[in-house]
């Protein structure tokens, strides 16, 4: 069956169970008008059905309805969020009957066929006014970058120059193991000449054999805490360069109080991807004017405080249940945006992603993240 999902304020959640249980479909298409709660916590309710429903090729096939009281949004990527977010079962897949599915229309309209009519009419058959959302509701202001300037940082070539400089951490882990074996033969050759191997020649291999020991160090030592230090530089280097060439750029890069961070879609946190950012760029958090500005590689983004509808810190582990097991953290922000639509802005920190880091990206989420709630709840 196909599954689609809404969520609504936290406290609708008992209405949805008592509507049911009396059958009272007036009730419950005043409910599904209610405004849209994204972020957590949330009543999520999803319904179930047959696709040839909605195709129209049946129309004997049964509809379930299932509410859930949310507390915890799923974690990662997941084929199913809404069975995979933790919190309680209220109803689980209630059958629906067939003069109950005009009263979800409201948030379903792919179930217009089935029942025969639109939300609309529904509405106004079931003498159900709908809720209005505020009036005065604040948006964010959102700017594709101009064609002259965009996309010159997220480009194929980029991408491969920052794998091979990743790659070679790896190559200066093996690198000293020849320059060792190097010092070994000086020092210490299999058939030494007569008279033995002169101090010159030893003092030389032993030097090479302490300097190749220092070099695996600090190179494994590095793989393990900065293994993208030379890729976050010239990706940074790259940005700077770049940028500066705007006109008028809603970020200055040079400012130290901006971040270098990268927008990483929630789709792309489980995959390996020669780039896994949608976009990347410099994020300042103006306290002054409560607002978010963001100045990317394909867009920018100016965001009031008072259009951010939640902002959370939320775990990620790549390469869960191997001995390469990383936290990662995003800071993501859900913020109401000018379609109307539900916007998702998972914020990374570009850099730091060593397996020993992971204290270092958890404060530097949490100090984003107060910063952030601090221009929420400003005055605008």
């Not at 040839?52 to 129309?59: A, Q, V, Y």
């Not at 020991?213 to 900065?226: E, P, Y």
């Not at 976050?232 to 971040?259: C, I, M």
């Not at 590689?297 to 390469?319: H, K, N």
């Amino acid at each position: 069956m196909k599954r689609e999902s809404t969520t609504f304020k936290p406290e609708l959640g008992p209405g949805f169970v008592e509507a049911l249980r009396i059958g009272s479909v007036q009730s419950l298409a005043a409910l599904f008008t209610s405004p849209q709660k994204p972020g957590v916590p949330n009543t999520s309710v999803a319904v179930d059905y047959c696709p040839n429903l909605k195709e129209g090729r049946s129309t004997d096939c049964p509809i379930y309805l299932s509410v859930k009281q949310v507390k915890m949004a799923a974690k990662g990527v997941t084929m199913d969020s809404f069975e995979q977010a933790k919190g309680k079962m209220l109803v689980r897949q209630t059958l629906v009957n067939l003069d109950e599915v005009p009263a979800l229309l409201s948030r379903f309209n792919s179930l217009e066929k089935i029942a025969g009519t639109t939300a609309a009419e529904a509405l106004k058959e079931l003498k159900v006014e709908i809720q209005p959302s505020a009036p005065t509701q604040v948006v964010a202001e959102v700017k594709s970058v101009d064609q002259i300037y965009a996309g010159k940082v997220l480009t194929t070539k980029t991408g491969l120059i920052c794998t091979a400089l990743s790659l070679l951490g790896i190559v200066g882990v093996f690198g000293p193991i020849g320059l060792g074996a190097l010092g070994g033969f000086l020092a210490f050759p299999d058939h030494p000449p007569v008279g033995g191997v002169s101090a010159m020649a030893k003092l030389s291999g032993e030097f090479l054999i302490g300097l190749a020991i220092l070099i695996f160090i600090a190179n494994f030592i590095m793989l393990f805490m900065f293994p993208d230090v030379l890729s976050t530089r010239y990706l940074h280097q790259l940005a700077l360069r770049e940028f500066k060439r705007r006109p008028q750029p809603l970020v200055n890069p040079g400012d130290p109080a901006a971040l270098f961070v990268q927008i990483i879609p929630r789709s792309n946190w489980a995959k390996l991807k020669l780039i896994d950012a949608s976009d990347m760029g410099f994020l300042r958090v103006d306290s002054k004017r409560s607002e978010l500005l963001f100045e990317g590689d394909r867009e920018c983004y100016r965001i009031p405080g008072a259009a951010i509808t939640s902002c959370e810190i939320e775990l990620f582990i790549s390469g869960e249940g191997t001995h390469g097991a990383t936290k990662l953290y995003r800071v993501v922000l859900h913020v109401n945006h000018p379609s109307g639509n539900f916007w998702e802005v998972p914020v990374a920190q570009r850099g730091n992603s060593g397996k020993f880091r992971a204290k270092t990206r958890a404060k530097w989420a949490r100090e984003l993240q107060e910063q952030i709630r601090g221009v929420m709840s400003a005055p605008a």
